[in-house]
């Protein structure tokens, strides 16, 4: 799905650069504001794994590729803010250290797998808290919706972009990337729930906003009284 140099007509790359630093930097106001000393290195932990995750690549075609993308994960760990910021920092990575995905085209692929990804993951998690009982398998349920739509709508803004490029035609382009994105978004769902279900196995506490999952006994406690 990183998108390379040269894919991106130079009108479309600003304005979706313009659009990337925008968010990202509210995303950084609204993370430092909260940040302590439980998100700092969940933070880290966080964007070591995404990052690996991204690394595992599906050619596509039209000469893009798809891979796992982590949004849901970051999301259901971080809040949809925090997550885009450190999607955006482990994409900046990949595009300077391993040239995986054009230095030109990172705010397009910010943009599409870190904001769009993100706050679309961040949506529908945010309907579930709302909506659904605080369980554990409506949390995964959830957050398997989410990391598969995260991914179709990152594969859909980037399909938008490299037509309105003139890159590939929309009709030819469009297709082809939701259709192969369709099978991704199922195995992000299938590794996002794995993941996330190892969490919630030893650190409920960490699944942001969504306190209470899975029920814990309570523990009894001497009253004390005077």
Known sequence: MHIPDGFLEPGVAAATTVLAAGAVGYGLRRTGATLDERTAPL??????????????????????????????????????????VVLAVVLTLQAFVFADGGVAALGAN???????????????????????????????????VAAWAAVMLSALACAIELGVSGTVPLGTVLPAMLGVHVLIGVGEAVITVAALSAV???????????????????????????
């Not at 769009?116 to 398998?137: E, N, Q, V």
């Not at 699944?207 to 814990?216: D, E, M």
């Open 43 to 84: 933070l880290g932990v966080t964007g070591a794994f995404v990052f690996a995750a991204q690394m595992l690549n599906f050619p596509v075609a039209g000469g893009t590729s798809g891979h796992v993308l982590g949004a849901a994960l970051a999301v259901a760990l971080l809040g949809p803010w925090a997550a885009s």
């Open 110 to 144: 910010v943009l599409n797998m870190g904001v769009i990804g993100g706050l679309g993951a961040g949506l529908i998690l945010a309907a579930g808290r709302r909506f659904l009982p605080r369980t554990r398998s409506m949390l995964l349920g959830a957050v398997a």
């Open 200 to 226: 919630l196995a030893s650190r409920p506490d960490l699944v942001h906003g969504w306190h209470g999952t899975p029920p814990v006994a309570p523990v009894s406690r001497p009253i004390v009284e005077g």
